[in-house]
């Protein structure tokens, strides 16, 4: 035995080394089955259909972007262990990161049309409206409504179909309006024709909802930041979730530095003077603003991201004259308000409104004592008077021009205005 281990005959290293090669080709089976018998960690948190708000579909935003949310691709900011808990559900927006690869994220707002609570609310005056009890398929009274068998039978969505809505965006709707709400509505699967032929039961009831509730990610859908609109990018939904690209509200600015408050008191401005004159001819008007209204990407530019006291006019079309005492009203009318208080006439909305709330409500707070005495005193001043309702339309605007003439000139060309470096130093642009 001893003497063959020495000096093996040929047979013998045959059989050693066809030993050897088969020990080597199991060595990675074995590993491989050894890594696999081992459970793996599995998350705590998990997307239930009540958090979602999927359990209320189709009385719901969307399902478009569900899949991201349960494989893990958007995450609520700071929820990246297993061992965290989904955030609080009465909250209307969370931070929180998105990807495409596993490996760059981008900051995401994760928010809900209104309140949980004001949609409990709402589903509570849906089934009252039938007579049902407190809980009930809310889906089902929808779907029962006059409104809602006239969409069904609907080839084409036109104001009389929106009539007596309480979204600001069809309170003066165009046809041209409404055809580019179908042509972009970002839900369905096949977009691009005017015609709701494509449109399942499901998919108008799902528009229907949204625009009865909360019209902000339909304004995101058909006036897209990557056309030049100041909104945010509308990323999908998933029951009554919607996620689009984060900002900072513009209340964590009104401490900022006076050249960084300068920059974006020149933005609002801005943005407030294309809103009413833009190529396309839709006059945009606010019915009111807040410190929630605008916000800031991490570039620094500007942005609508809150639109849903946002109206539409348009200047090219016009709009459909609407008796108020024969305006069709309904549940869907009624969602998010009491229906008693009398919606907005389309022809008392003024050139100048827009800049008297945004000189009123933002701008005192952005730029109070952030400038040497004479210059304070001069934009004090022309703020004074861009907030005057006494004044024409003409001359608040003229003022707000003024206002900002100057505030473009305090605002340095320099790498911390990501957005428009170096092309500043190249461009004249407002």
Avoid at 34 to 59: I, Q, W
Avoid at 147 to 155: I, Y
Avoid at 230 to 257: K, Q
């Amino acid at each position: 035995m001893g003497s063959w281990m020495c000096c093996p005959s040929p047979e013998a290293w045959r059989v050693l080394i066809l030993f050897q090669i088969l020990t080597q080709a199991c060595i990675p089976s074995l590993e491989v089955a050894a890594t696999t018998s081992v459970p793996r960690l599995k998350s705590n948190y998990n997307f239930g259909k009540a958090f979602l708000g999927l359990d209320k579909c189709n009385a719901c935003v969307g399902t478009s972007i569900c899949k991201k949310f349960f494989k893990e691709e958007i995450r609520f900011q700071n929820w990246l262990s297993p061992h965290l808990k989904l955030p609080p559900d009465h909250l209307q927006s969370y931070s929180g990161n998105y990807t495409d690869d596993a490996e760059s994220w981008r900051e995401v707002e994760i928010s809900r049309l209104i309140t949980k609570s004001e949609h409990e609310m709402s589903d509570k005056k849906i089934c009252a409206s039938a007579s049902k009890a407190k809980s009930c398929s809310i889906e089902y009274v929808l779907k029962k409504t006059e409104r809602f068998q006239r969409w069904m039978k609907a080839r084409r969505l036109t104001p009389e179909l929106v009539q007596g809505l309480p979204s600001p965006v069809l309170r003066c709707p165009s046809q041209r309006l409404l055809d580019r709400i179908v042509r972009r509505y970002a839900e369905v699967l096949d977009a691009g024709s005017v015609y709701m032929n494509h449109f399942t039961d499901r998919d108008k009831l799902r528009l229907l909802f949204t625009l009865s509730t909360n019209a902000h990610p339909i304004l995101l859908q058909i006036f897209p930041g990557a056309e030049g609109w100041p909104f945010p990018r509308y990323l999908g939904s998933c029951g009554r979730l919607i996620v689009s690209m984060s900002t900072r509200p513009l209340r964590e600015f009104y401490d900022s530095a006076p050249e960084v408050a300068a920059d974006l008191a020149h933005q609002l401005l801005h943005i407030t003077h294309y809103m009413q004159n833009n190529d396309l001819n839709y006059s945009f008007y606010f019915t009111q603003i807040d410190n929630g209204t605008f916000g800031i990407f991490s570039d620094g530019r500007l942005f609508i991201r809150d639109s849903s006291t946002l109206g539409v006019i348009d200047t090219q079309e016009g709009y459909a004259k609407i008796n108020e005492q024969q305006e069709h009203k309904d549940i869907f009318s009624c969602l998010t308000s009491d229906c008693k208080s009398a919606f907005t006439s389309c022809d008392s909305v003024s050139e100048k409104q827009n800049f008297i709330m945004v000189c009123r409500n933002l701008l005192p707070q952005l730029l109070k004592e952030k400038f040497p005495g004479p210059m304070q005193e001069k934009i004090d001043r022309l703020l004074k008077l861009c907030q005057e309702n006494s004044l024409s339309a003409e001359e608040v605007i003229q003022t707000a021009g003024e206002l900002k003439r100057i505030l473009k000139a305090l605002s340095p060309c320099d790498s911390r205005f990501t957005y428009r470096y170096p092309e500043c130093k190249y461009s004249n642009r407002p």
